[in-house]
C-alpha cells in the first residue's frame, strides 16, 4: 500500500517568492493536514482538510493558504516567501484519529 | 494555556541501556496521546496511540503508558537502530483531529 506522498522533496526558493507543495493522502483517507516544522522542533498545525473543506486553522499568517481536490489530494500555498518559512512541511493523512505522516518537503529560503 | 513538553531534551544511552522519556500534558478534554518516531530529515513514522489513562501499550523494546498528566516511553535493552527523535503529540476537544506536539527527545544509542 502506498503511504502518503509528498512532492517535491526539496525545495529552494528565493525570498518574495511563491511555492506549493503537493500531497498525496493514503487510499481511502479523506481528511488531509499541513504541519510546519522547524529544525530542532515539534511539528506545528497549519491547515486541515476534509470532504474539500477547510476544518481547521493554524496560528499562521494570511501568505499561507491550502485546498484540498475532489480526489482528496492536497496542495499547500505560501506567498511572499520569507526566510523564516525555511522548514519541513510536512502532510499527515487522517483516519479516525490517527495520522500518518508523508516524508515531508524540506524548504529552503534563500 | 495548552501545552505538551517532552525531557529530557536529548538522551544518551549505552546500547542496552533502558530508560523511560516523558511527555507532560495540559489540556481540556484530552482525546488521545500519540507517540511518533522521527528520523532525520523524515516525516513522523507512527508508534501508539494512547486514549485513557492506565492504557498500556508495546511493540518490540518500546512500551508507552499513559496517566492523567503525562505519558512515558519505555525503552527496553535499546540497540543503535532506535537512535532517533521520539515525538509525543496530543489531540483533544478544542483541536478537531490536529494535534499539538512536544518539542521531542533526541534519543542517541552508542554501540
Known amino acids: 500500500d502506498a503511504g502518503v506522498t509528498q512532492s517535491p522533496t526539496h525545495l529552494i526558493k528565493t525570498r518574495g517568492q511563491h511555492v506549493t507543495l503537493r500531497c498525496s493522502p493514503i487510499?481511502?483517507?479523506?481528511?488531509v493536514s499541513w504541519y510546519q516544522q522547524v529544525l530542532g522542533q515539534g511539528p506545528q498545525f497549519i491547515f486541515q482538510y476534509y470532504e474539500k473543506e477547510e476544518r481547521g486553522r493554524g496560528n499562521f499568517p494570511d501568505r499561507f493558504s491550502a485546498r484540498q481536490f475532489p480526489n482528496y489530494s492536497s496542495e499547500l500555498n505560501v506567498n511572499a516567501l520569507l526566510l523564516g518559512d525555511s522548514a519541513l512541511y510536512l502532510c499527515?493523512?487522517?483516519?479516525?484519529?490517527?495520522?500518518?505522516f508523508g516524508q515531508g518537503t524540506r524548504l529552503t529560503v534563500v | 494555556e495548552d501545552q505538551v513538553t517532552q525531557s529530557p531534551e536529548a538522551l544518551r544511552l549505552q546500547e542496552g541501556e533502558s530508560s523511560s522519556l516523558n511527555c507532560s500534558y495540559t489540556v481540556s478534554g484530552l482525546r488521545g496521546l500519540f507517540w511518533y518516531r522521527q528520523d532525520p530529515g523524515k516525516g513522523p513514522e507512527f508508534l501508539f496511540t494512547l486514549y485513557s489513562a492506565g492504557e498500556e501499550k508495546e511493540k518490540e523494546r518500546l512500551k508507552a503508558t499513559l496517566t492523567k498528566k503525562e505519558s512515558f516511553l519505555h525503552i527496553t535493552a535499546p540497540k543503535p537502530e532506535d537512535s532517533a527523535t521520539y515525538l509525543c503529540?496530543?489531540?483533544?476537544?478544542?483541536?478537531?483531529?490536529?494535534?499539538?506536539f512536544g518539542p521531542g527527545t533526541r534519543l542517541s544509542v552508542l554501540p
Open positions: 499527515a493523512s487522517s483516519w479516525a484519529f490517527e495520522a500518518f
Open positions: 487510499s481511502g483517507h479523506k481528511s
Open positions: 503529540a496530543v489531540q483533544a476537544d478544542n483541536y478537531g483531529q490536529n494535534f499539538v
